[in-house]
């Protein structure tokens, strides 16, 4: 399992201060560089990315209903960090930030987009985003706009692409679907982070 993430990145009063913000929301700018959950617990977590994270640094982890929780890094083994919190969140709190990590069913896969099928494929083998960008030739912001569905590789691209994941090039295209099967989806996976029944859980959308 890994959580999509991105590190905020400000200066307050000459001390730079990170703050990590699970899921896909955000814009990839001067001050965003991309980053994954590879495990989250109630005590910490632990984080791949590219941002210079020092043992005994204080960053801040913006979580599902906790908001933003302080956590130390307690090892660093660059691209990997391990950090603790410094109050233990709850339960509940994981589950619904590991929602948006859950491995997906094969109806899940089906209406996945093209960003979210290639984040998938990448992590399934274990490829960090420096991998995919070094055996393409292009910058590690690239490939993660790519996943976020802020940009599409160019058709040339694509079959070097296909070929660093494992698949064949219509393997990066997913199939299509309709609204029915993405909303249905969705309230499966809102009833499980909270622990009632999917007929519980109403989606409202306004056009």
Not at 61 to 76: I, K
Not at 89 to 94: G, L
Not at 111 to 125: A, K, N, P, Q, W
Request: overall charge negative; charged content about 25%; aromatic content about 4%.
């Amino acid at each position: 399992m890994a959580i999509d993430a991105h590190f905020e990145t400000n200066d307050q009063r000459g001390a730079a201060r990170h703050t990590l913000r699970l899921g896909v929301s955000g814009r990839l700018g001067d001050s965003t560089l991309a980053a994954n959950v590879r495990n989250l617990s109630t005590s910490g977590l632990l984080i791949e990315t590219d941002v210079t994270l020092a043992e005994g640094e204080t960053i801040v982890v913006d979580l599902p209903h906790a908001g933003e929780t302080a956590a130390t890094v307690v090892w660093s083994d660059a691209p990997m960090h391990g950090c603790r919190f410094e109050v233990p969140i709850s339960p509940a709190t994981v589950s619904a930030a590991q929602l948006a990590g859950e491995p997906l069913d094969d109806e899940a896969m089906a209406s996945e987009d093209f960003g979210e099928r290639i984040h998938r494929l990448r992590v399934e083998r274990g490829l960090s985003l420096a991998d995919i960008a070094g055996r393409l030739g292009v910058s590690k912001p690239t490939v993660w706009a790519w996943e976020h569905g802020k940009s599409r590789p160019v058709e040339r691209r694509l079959p070097d692409l296909a070929a660093a994941l494992g698949v064949t090039p219509g393997g990066l295209e997913p199939a299509a679907s309709g609204p029915p099967e993405i909303l249905e989806r969705s309230r499966r996976r809102v009833a499980e982070a909270y622990g009632v029944e999917p007929a519980r859980v109403r989606i409202m959308i306004e056009l």
